[in-house]
């Protein structure tokens, strides 16, 4: 994979600005607005049952995050789901917290089993959960996982059939059959909350360009990244950095990631 087609992917989005349908947590919802903004893309923050439908129906993606999760929002996500398979339209799932209680967990699995999901993007400890790989969840924060994490995010995407995203020090994005490191980011970037979250919403905003959501995936994480660096550089802190970090990925440009995007193989 070349960051020329990274650029390209990037390109489209700003060119066409996608709408894209979040179903989120409260605690990131306008951090996820705003950075999907940044990006180039349009959001939209749906989740009463009611419409939810209808709203998927017009997006380019969907994006699924049980950060701050309840039964009427489960039921939410099923019915806009269903919609967004129904039109072929990307989901991407976001299992925040998945193994820090049953409900989560069987969440988390409950919408893997029942919709098509296109990209399921979380951190090593949520992954790992999910892979029945011993993945170790605080509150919403991972702990790690038991095992390799390029192996066991490769192996739970073989097996589910889609593109697995794993969020760390260096980001992993693999569909089963080819994997792909990202080594852009910053340290800053875990000194204030929800910047996984916001990673979800840039992947949906790339991925409702792309077919290839491997790439789109892997663009999207390489983008976000390289605005991390960015704003560590032009901060002083967790607030400036926040605030510099929307700044510096409404500032990117397609040709960023040909020059900037740091990707390889294992």
């Known amino acids: 994979m070349k960051p020329k087609h990274l650029a390209d992917i990037f390109a489209l989005v700003r060119e066409r600005r996608p709408l894209v349908h979040h179903i989120t947590n409260y605690v990131t919802v306008n951090d996820c607005a705003n950075i999907t903004l940044c990006a180039g893309g349009a959001p939209v923050m749906a989740d009463a049952p009611e419409e939810v439908e209808e709203m998927a129906a017009v997006a380019g993606a969907l994006v699924l995050n049980i ?7 489960i039921g939410s996500m099923l019915l806009a789901g269903r919609m967004a398979n129904e039109r072929e339209i990307p989901v991407i799932l976001d299992p ?6 049953r409900m989560r967990t069987a969440c988390a699995r409950r919408l893997l089993d029942e919709l098509e999901i296109a990209v399921l993007k979380g951190n090593a400890g949520e992954i ?3 892979a029945g790989a011993e993945g170790r969840v605080r509150g919403v924060d991972s702990h790690g996982l038991e095992g390799d994490p390029v192996a066991v995010a490769k192996g739970l995407a073989r097996s589910l059939g889609i593109t697995v995203a794993v969020s760390g020090a260096t980001d992993i994005v693999t569909n089963g059959r080819r994997v792909i490191l990202v080594d852009n980011g910053h340290p800053m970037m875990g000194s204030i909350s929800g910047t996984g979250c916001m990673a ?7 991925a ?6 491997l790439a789109a995936s892997v663009a999207a994480f390489a983008a976000f990244g390289i605005a991390g660096e960015r704003a560590a550089a032009a901060s002083c802190g967790p607030g400036s950095f926040k605030q510099a970090l929307f700044d510096e990925l409404a500032a990117l440009v397609p040709a960023d990631l040909s020059s900037c995007a740091r990707i390889r193989s294992p």
């Open 128 to 130: 790992g959960v999910i």
């Open 96 to 101: 925040v917290g998945a193994g820090a209680t």
């Open 200 to 206: 979800a919403s840039v992947t949906g905003t790339f």
């Open 208 to 213: 409702a360009v792309s077919h290839d959501t």
């Open 67 to 73: 950060g701050t999760l309840n039964t009427a929002q």
